[in-house]
């Protein structure tokens, strides 16, 4: 695995049991309308990466542990609540579930499971009850890079 695919990821879970309407990917998220989010939805993106230093010393061999990142934004309703207070129990509900999909998921390539990292409100509340939390999960993977001859 030299990067991390979101694509396997991204089947994994929309193969699981799960409440979401639509599960995309950072493409999706970017032509996405707010009049025509399927709620609740979530977009898998790619985060970035952390490598550990080269475990040889040669210039011929690069061999490094990598911990690449990437995020699962949820986009969640709740029309029969305006001040969202069941919005928020939906987006527990929701993130619960794809916490349990993901967090037993070894992606191809990767040596873990994903783990959870971190979550964050990424929107306000609106007068419809929409929001957009974001949850943050890190997968661990060798990266050994040789010189062709």
Not at 95 to 100: E, N
Not at 125 to 135: E, H, L, S, T
Request: proline fraction near 5%; include cysteine.
């Amino acid at each position: 695995m030299s990067l991390i695919e979101i694509a396997p990821i991204r089947a994994h879970l929309a193969a699981s049991e799960t409440d979401l309407m639509e599960i995309g990917t950072a493409r999706d998220l970017g032509a996405a309308k707010a009049a025509t989010i399927a709620y609740p939805t979530a977009w898998l993106i790619a985060l970035g990466e952390t490598a550990g230093p080269n475990r040889y010393q040669t210039h011929a061999l690069v061999d490094q542990r990598v911990t690449a990142t990437f995020g699962v934004v949820l986009a969640v309703r709740d029309i029969g609540d305006p001040a969202g207070a069941r919005a928020v129990s939906e987006a527990e509900r929701v993130r619960g579930q794809v916490m349990a999909v993901l967090g037993h998921h070894v992606p191809p390539g990767a040596d873990s499971a994903c783990i959870p990292r971190r979550g964050r409100l990424v929107s306000g509340i609106d007068a419809d009850g929409r929001f957009f939390w974001q949850d943050d999960y890190a997968v661990d993977f060798n990266r050994r890079i040789t010189q062709e001859t």
